[in-house]
């Protein structure tokens, strides 16, 4: 049975199966890329780990993100991207309840592992996903409005996140609760990481609401025999710039929290309403996106933007003040996010439909292993250069995706500046 879904006029990229995607896609960045995100660290200082085990910690998701990164996608056709979306949403709700309930180094690290597995497989199939919903003419656009979504969700996620803490610990009933600094309250942060865990859950609902109003390209697929007929050469070409997108995200997403409270001394919910204004600007700088294909092409114009968002880095690597440095921050980290939009759409226009989902899984593994890689050196290079030594470094492989865009994005009329 085919379900009601509103219609959205003629507004390019919209319509009412992706209105019903991007509902999922809100409740799912709030819980998981916000509050989970923004909290996690802070409830492992809370409970005495020291910057090494965290590192450690955040880089065990993007392991297991990238061994189950391309099974995942030749699995997903078989089973079918829809029912992937909504089992690997579900393990993802079990591993951040599951990080909130223990203080065991182990489970911690197990959950984390569960963690990077069920986002992998997550983000492997959305995209594939994603392409059926409208047509290929209004594909930049849908990813724009799905990443202003999703950056608007985590912005508001992120603070909650500073938040929830606070106002959890008003109400505990125990003596003196609203007198301890967060660093002191693992209970709260605890209470506050479970329910992402409860929203994550809930964010399932708009994904089964679509019924079978959405065609699933993975059902009834060939899987493991596609494995001969594939053009690996050219997959690994086309999704490489990934791997050096993962490598700049791994050395600043999981640490801006602790880059801002060691640089400037702020407060937790002023460091969450800080990382929200650059998810916010996250979510709006690429809807420019459609204007910046249209003059330059998709791989023209993210090599540019990409050679900007260096820029700012370095701005903000030699910022003294904050205000300054929240400046460069966010126009670093919008100008970089508008990778997403453009690079999706130009991988997935760039091969045929059959490998849509074996793409995704090279690209995501590209990307999880260097976000890994980088993760895991985080503590040693911030031991050996400092945080504004890192936001050069970080500049560097910014500059690094531009280029490899550049050279080794096929050219195409998908992305080739118009004559």
């Not at 540019?304 to 670093?332: H, K, N, R």
């Not at 100008?335 to 059959?354: C, E, G, K, V, Y």
């Given at each position: 049975?085919r379900?009601?879904t509103?219609?959205i006029?003629?507004?390019?990229?919209?319509?009412?199966?992706v209105?019903?995607?991007?509902?999922?896609s809100?409740?799912f960045?709030?819980a998981l890329l916000?509050?989970a995100?923004?909290l996690l660290?802070?409830?492992l200082v809370?409970?005495g780990y020291?910057?090494?085990?965290?590192?450690?910690l955040?880089s065990?998701?993007?392991?297991?993100?990238?061994l189950i990164?391309?099974p995942i996608?030749?699995?997903?056709?078989?089973?079918g991207?829809?029912r992937?979306?909504?089992?690997?949403t579900?393990?993802?709700?079990?591993?951040?309840?599951?990080?909130?309930?223990?203080?065991?180094?182990?489970i911690i690290?197990?959950s984390?592992?569960?963690?990077?597995?069920?986002?992998?497989?997550n983000?492997?199939?959305?995209?594939?996903?994603?392409?059926?919903?409208?047509?290929?003419s209004?594909?930049?656009?849908?990813?724009s409005w799905?990443?202003l979504v999703?950056?608007?969700?985590?912005?508001?996620?992120?603070v909650l996140?500073?938040l929830l803490?606070?106002?959890?610990?008003?109400?505990?009933?125990?003596a003196?609760a609203?007198?301890l600094?967060?660093?002191e309250?693992?209970l709260a942060?605890?209470?506050?990481?479970f329910?992402a865990?409860?929203l994550l859950?809930?964010s399932?609902?708009p994904?089964?609401?679509?019924?079978?109003?959405?065609?699933d390209?993975?059902?009834?697929?060939a899987?493991?025999?596609?494995?001969?007929?594939?053009?690996?050469?050219r997959?690994l070409?086309?999704t490489f710039?990934?791997f050096v997108?993962?490598?700049s995200g791994g050395?600043?997403f999981p640490?801006?929290?602790l880059?801002?409270?060691e640089l400037?001394?702020?407060s937790?919910?002023?460091?969450?309403?800080v990382?929200?204004l650059g998810?916010?600007?996250?979510g709006?700088?690429?809807?420019?996106?459609?204007?910046w294909?249209?003059?330059s092409?998709?791989a023209g114009?993210?090599?540019a933007?990409m050679?900007?968002?260096a820029?700012?880095?370095?701005?903000?690597?030699l910022s003294?003040?904050?205000?300054i440095?929240v400046?460069?921050?966010?126009?670093a980290?919008?100008?970089?996010n508008t990778m997403q939009?453009l690079f999706?759409?130009?991988?997935m226009?760039s091969l045929?439909?059959?490998f849509?989902n074996i793409a995704s899984?090279v690209g995501l593994?590209?990307?999880?292993?260097?976000?890994f890689?980088?993760?895991?050196s985080?503590?040693?290079?911030?031991?050996a250069?400092g945080?504004?030594?890192?936001m050069?470094?970080?500049?560097?492989?910014v500059a690094?995706?531009g280029?490899?865009?550049?050279y080794?994005?096929?050219r195409?009329?998908?992305?080739?500046?118009?004559?």
């Amino acid at each position: 049975m085919r379900l009601w879904t509103p219609r959205i006029g003629r507004v390019p990229g919209l319509n009412g199966r992706v209105l019903l995607f991007l509902c999922h896609s809100l409740l799912f960045h709030i819980a998981l890329l916000g509050i989970a995100d923004i909290l996690l660290n802070f409830y492992l200082v809370s409970i005495g780990y020291d910057t090494a085990a965290i590192s450690l910690l955040q880089s065990l998701p993007r392991l297991s993100g990238f061994l189950i990164g391309l099974p995942i996608g030749l699995i997903a056709n078989r089973v079918g991207n829809r029912r992937l979306i909504l089992l690997s949403t579900a393990g993802l709700a079990l591993a951040v309840a599951t990080t909130a309930l223990t203080y065991s180094l182990p489970i911690i690290a197990a959950s984390r592992l569960l963690w990077g597995a069920c986002f992998g497989a997550n983000q492997v199939v959305k995209p594939p996903f994603m392409v059926t919903l409208t047509d290929s003419s209004e594909h930049t656009a849908q990813f724009s409005w799905h990443n202003l979504v999703s950056m608007l969700a985590v912005a508001l996620g992120s603070v909650l996140g500073g938040l929830l803490p606070l106002v959890i610990s008003q109400a505990l009933p125990v003596a003196g609760a609203v007198d301890l600094p967060p660093e002191e309250m693992p209970l709260a942060y605890r209470l506050s990481i479970f329910s992402a865990a409860i929203l994550l859950l809930l964010s399932n609902l708009p994904i089964l609401a679509l019924g079978s109003a959405a065609a699933d390209p993975g059902d009834g697929r060939a899987g493991f025999p596609m494995w001969r007929s594939t053009p690996w050469r050219r997959l690994l070409r086309l999704t490489f710039p990934l791997f050096v997108f993962g490598i700049s995200g791994g050395l600043t997403f999981p640490f801006f929290n602790l880059i801002f409270r060691e640089l400037f001394s702020i407060s937790d919910s002023a460091i969450g309403s800080v990382i929200g204004l650059g998810w916010l600007v996250m979510g709006l700088m690429p809807l420019l996106n459609p204007a910046w294909e249209a003059r330059s092409g998709r791989a023209g114009a993210l090599t540019a933007l990409m050679m900007l968002s260096a820029a700012a880095f370095v701005g903000f690597s030699l910022s003294q003040a904050l205000a300054i440095a929240v400046a460069f921050y966010t126009l670093a980290i919008g100008l970089r996010n508008t990778m997403q939009p453009l690079f999706q759409p130009l991988l997935m226009d760039s091969l045929d439909a059959r490998f849509h989902n074996i793409a995704s899984s090279v690209g995501l593994a590209l990307w999880n292993i260097g976000w890994f890689g980088a993760t895991l050196s985080f503590s040693l290079l911030q031991t050996a250069i400092g945080y504004r030594g890192l936001m050069l470094i970080v500049a560097l492989f910014v500059a690094l995706n531009g280029l490899s865009i550049r050279y080794t994005a096929q050219r195409s009329p998908a992305n080739a500046p118009p004559s």
